[in-house]
């Protein structure tokens, strides 16, 4: 099925179907199959969220800070026997999703940093201004105890139909700038619900990564007249050295610039800038190669890698071409049993200090049997 967005054609999901919840939060459920709920659409609390972020401008740096004092009161690593991100088991004990037959489901976070209707703050001590975003929760799978990379080929690819659904909702209110779609795994990273989510943050301006992105990816091709993500994987191609994995219609490498020691990208092989470009091949390509990608990490020491996920789509002001649609993995392990952290040069400095060359890690990442992930 296809759906015009802003004179934008995108392939939607093969089945959704849209609710509300008793507080007043919309959730979307998406599907392979029909969608069937076969109980009442729940939510832990019926009050309507009450949430009033701000943001103030950093003016050394040049970029905003979130506040939300509300996130206090979010759930922290609730009790085993109370998942708040699988379908409602217990009637006196609601959760966020409804019993039934789907995939994957979206709702609005219920302790959001960002909101569309954030209320104007009182002048602070710096710039200030109301939080305006969106911020969403994407379950993966109703399995509590699996892994992004359980999912089938078929559902990963959904995923990727989803992201894109959701980032062409938010183009088309005009308010959104840009998208990030992302996913934290681990304690190690300060995950406090272990069922397998995401999130997607949705701003009303161009976060400094994204910008930064944008601009050096315009400098390239303004330089070589060449799209940077087509130099990238011609020449990535022509090495082998730091490729993993490559489909064809897409490929994860180990960047010669990695910054974390295994961090994996997942490309596709010609110039896109949004998910909702990708043709359907592309799509299950792309989607097959994130997969291979997450089994590897787990695989790699044997432990469930904690990572942070980050797929990065272009500014929603476009059209821009030049942007690079790719996802980057960053592991959090440098080796078996030692964690990468963010110290001095990387915090203070911004510049990235990494154990092991991008070319080792990627043969290493190759090495992997997948026989038994």
């Given amino acids: 099925m296809t759906s015009t967005v802003t004179g934008q054609t995108y392939q939607q999901a093969p089945y959704q179907q849209e609710f509300t919840k008793p507080d007043g939060r919309p959730l979307t459920l998406y599907g392979l199959g029909p969608i069937v709920v076969t109980s009442e659409i729940p939510s832990p609390s019926n009050e309507a969220v009450d949430a009033r972020p701000v943001m103030r401008w950093h003016p050394l740096r040049g970029e905003w800070v979130m506040y939300a004092a509300h996130r206090l009161g979010r759930t922290f690593l609730p009790p085993p026997e109370y998942n708040p991100l699988a379908p409602t088991s217990d009637p006196a004990h609601p959760t966020e999703l409804p ?34 975003g969106a911020c969403e929760v994407v379950v993966f799978s109703q399995n509590s105890d699996g892994r992004l990379s359980d999912l089938s080929d078929a559902q990963m690819s959904l995923l990727l139909s989803v992201w894109a659904d959701r980032t062409s909702r938010f183009a088309a209110g005009g308010v959104i700038k840009s998208v990030l779609a992302f996913e934290n795994r681990g304690v190690e990273v300060g995950v ?23 601009e050096m990816a315009q400098k390239h091709h303004a330089e070589t007249g060449n799209a940077w993500i087509s130099d990238f994987v ?11 994995h490559d489909e064809g219609a897409a490929l994860s490498i180990v960047p010669p610039f990695a910054r974390y020691t295994y961090e994996t990208w997942i490309l596709p092989a010609r110039p896109v800038s ?46 821009h071409p030049d942007f690079p649609l790719h996802i980057e993995l960053y592991p ?15 915090q203070g400095a911004g510049e990235f200090a990494n154990d092991k060359f991008p070319e080792v890690a990627a043969a290493e990442l190759r090495a992997v049997n997948l026989e038994n992930v």
């Fill in 274 to 319: 949004l998910l909702s470009e990708l043709t359907d091949e592309e799509r299950d390509a792309f989607a097959r190669t994130l997969k291979d990608a997450l089994l590897r990490l787990d695989a790699l020491f044997g432990v469930r890698m904690p990572y942070l996920m980050t797929v990065h789509q272009a500014p929603l002001d476009g059209p």
């Fill in 192 to 214: 406090t619900l272990h069922h397998p989510h995401g999130q997607i943050y949705a701003y009303d301006h161009l976060p400094p990564v994204a910008a930064r992105m944008l």
């Fill in 332 to 346: 959090y392990l440098r080796a078996a049993g030692r964690m990468k952290y963010l110290a001095g040069t990387e």
């Fill in 99 to 132: 019993r039934g037959e789907y995939d994957l489901a979206v709702f609005a976070n219920r302790f959001p940093s960002l909101t569309l209707n954030a209320p104007e703050p009182p002048p602070g001590p710096a710039q200030t201004r109301a939080g305006t």
């Fill in 234 to 244: 011609a020449a990535e191609r022509e090495t082998g050295e730091r490729i993993v």
